[in-house]
């Protein structure tokens, strides 16, 4: 329940007026009553001496005469005021005429002392006003004196009490009429005013000039400036929710799939396309445990956390190619960090652009005319040994095939070259690399092979010769012996280049071809 | 100074003139003026002035002497008299008297209409006591007091 005093403003300030004029009123009436209290025991005194006065020439009188009659009458005529509680005259030192509780038989002077307070009147003579004939005492009853002061104190005081009242009444009247109604009437429309469709707040009949009519203009002038703050908010979100749209319909319509997740893979938004490119459908997406990214891309799962990682760190654009599926494809995805600490992937299949460039390659390095390696392809096998393992080179010449160009022509030449890498071929381990260098020189890469191995090596070496060392149908009615020279040599990558062991290989088959032909040599240092 | 001088016997003069002429005055009485009077027997000789407004107005109704006192007003003289004794004017005397007409503790002096009613009652009553002019005086009275004097005393009282 809330305090009406806090929620009352008329109530309130009701509260703190009655407050003021009480503390004010306690004040005012305390000094009257202080003021008054004074102002009436003077005036009860002096009515007092009044009184003495009034009687005071018969009194003379009757001291004078000591005429205790006349005295008496004096005495009963001032004890009928109320305020008189005892009257004695004397004449000299006797007393005349006495009336007043316990006073009779006192002494004038045991009269004074009894009541210190009375007052006491010297009465001259009538006809000397030298002389002294006696004394007037007047016992004032204080008694009834208190208590008229009392009342007329009392009726000032009440009087003054209600004028208070009355002045509170009429302010909190005031407040309630000037200030409390037109608020409440102020706050009443302003919970009705619908502000949308531009109504504007009225002012209280009467108040259109005064602080309550400026109060309603400033509300007004807000309610306007609100107004135009609101249009402008909405034509601003209407234009960004076109924007959005549109740029949700290229995100959504890209070619490219496009997706976010954050560091550890978990995927917080993707497009259409992402789905195709990952062949997936939304419920798996949406399901319980969605997948995470890593686990979407199968083996590569690691590759793709290192470049997300080092595109969070380093706050750079990363590009990574990734083969996924099976079929495999090929995606190169570039990974673009955002503000938030998510990732921005967007990724684009390559696989075409893959095999063209897996095929280009593979018709750089062979030779088209027996599809062994060329020299391109010999030189790229040597540079692509691991460093520091070893190999074995063959090399070989044919011994009479520039013979067979001439009598036979370029053709038959080609058909022995041929037949002979389809010898090499059948002959050579499936790990050995074969390439034609050129003309008639053949070469045969035996990897992992050292110095303490070159029994295999010879071994091969002796195969290939004892193959070529039969003639060779190359038509139907042409056959010609052909016959080999072989030089080997071995080497180290990293250690020693393929030149400088193609140059020692050679070598070893020039040794073989003037020892003899039909025969194989090895390089030694 | 030296004006003073000059006028200061002058001065002189003048006043011892004034001196004289005063003492003249008292030498021969003023014929008119009142005098109170008292029987010869009564054993007074002089009345100081608050012992006869005290026997005039009723306070003492005993001469000093002891003998009851008996005061007479001249019918036509009240007014001079009671001025010359009490300041008071004549209405004045006769509301205080009706004041205590009921009381009965005080009456009025008895009334005389001619001083020589006044000599008749002072010269035959031994507590008697009057007031005439000097020129109506006899021998069969005694003067007790000088009125007129009372008079001087009063004004320079009330002129200080």
Known sequence: ?525 | MKTLWRTGPLLLALFLVMVTASQTVMAEPDPEELVLVVNPASGITSLQRTEVINLYMGRFRQLPSGTTALPIDLYDARPEFYRLLANKTLSEINSYWARLVFSGRASPPRQAQDAAEVLDIVSNNKGAIGYLRRKDLNDTVQVAANLAVWATEQTAQLEP
């Not at chain 1, 190169?332 to 095929?359: C, F, H, M």
């Open chain 1, 1 to 525: 329940m809330s305090n009406p005093l806090k929620t009352r403003l008329a109530l309130r300030s009701a509260v703190i007026i009655l407050s003021l004029l009480v503390i004010l009123g306690v004040l005012i009436v305390a000094a009257s009553v202080l003021f008054l209290t004074w102002m009436e025991t003077r005036d009860q005194q002096r009515q007092l001496e009044g009184l003495m006065s009034t009687v005071e020439n018969t009194a003379q009188v009757a001291a004078f005469l000591e005429d205790e009659q006349l005295a008496n009458e004096i005495v009963v005529g001032l004890m009928a005021n109320r305020t008189v509680l005892g009257v004695a005259i004397t004449s000299g030192e006797h007393v005349i005429a006495v009336n007043g509780p316990n006073l009779a038989g006192l002494s004038a002077s045991a009269l004074a002392q009894q009541y210190p307070d009375t007052l006491n009147s010297r009465l001259l003579s009538p006809f000397n006003p030298e002389e002294q004939v006696g004394t007037i005492l007047l016992i004032p009853n204080r008694e009834v004196i208190r208590q008229q002061v009392l009342e007329a104190v009392l009726l000032a005081s009440g009087l003054l009490v209600l004028q208070i009242l009355g002045i509170g009444l009429v302010v909190i009247l005031v407040v309630v009429r000037m200030i409390t109604r037109p608020i409440t009437s102020i706050s009443n429309r302003l919970h009705h005013l619908q502000v949308e469709i531009g109504e504007k707040l009225q002012s209280p009949r009467g108040n259109e000039h005064d602080e309550v009519g400026r109060l309603v203009l400033d509300v007004n002038a807000m309610i306007d400036y609100l107004v135009k703050l609101l249009n402008v908010e909405k034509n601003l979100r209407t234009e960004i929710e076109v924007n959005e749209r549109k740029f949700r319909s290229i995100f959504e319509n890209a070619q490219s799939a496009i997706f976010v997740c954050d560091g550890q893979g978990v995927l917080q938004s993707y497009n259409l396309a992402f789905l195709r490119e990952f062949d997936l459908s939304p419920q798996r997406l949406t399901s319980s445990a969605p997948p995470t990214l890593f686990q979407l891309v199968g083996n590569q799962g690691a590759i793709l956390q290192t470049a997300l990682r080092e595109c969070l760190d380093s706050k750079r654009n990363h590009t990574i190619e990734i083969a996924i599926g099976n079929p495999r494809r090929w995606l190169e995805l570039v990974l673009g960090p955002d503000n938030a600490g998510s990732v921005q992937i967007i990724a684009n299949e390559i696989t075409a652009l893959k095999d063209a460039s897996a095929q280009a390659e593979r018709r750089a390095s062979t030779d088209a005319l027996t599809g062994l390696g060329n020299r391109l392809g010999f030189t790229r096998r040597l540079s692509r040994l691991q460093i520091g393992e070893p190999f074995a080179l063959l090399y070989l010449d044919l011994d009479h095939f520039k013979k067979i160009n001439d009598t036979h022509g370029h053709q038959a030449g080609d058909r022995v070259l041929i037949k002979v890498s389809e010898t090499l071929r059948q002959l050579a381990r499936k790990t050995d690399y074969i390439a034609r260098l050129g003309g008639d020189e053949f070469v045969l890469v035996l990897e992992g092979l050292n110095k303490t191995q070159t029994e295999i090596a010879t071994r091969l070496a002796g195969n290939i010769l004892a193959a070529l060392d039969v003639p060779m149908t190359i038509y139907d009615d042409v056959s010609v012996l052909i016959g080999a020279s072989i030089g080997i040599a071995f080497g180290e990558s990293g250690k020693t280049s393929s030149e400088q062991v193609i140059q020692q290989a050679d070598q070893a088959m020039y040794r073989a071809k003037q020892e003899g032909r039909q025969r194989y040599c090895i390089h030694s240092d």
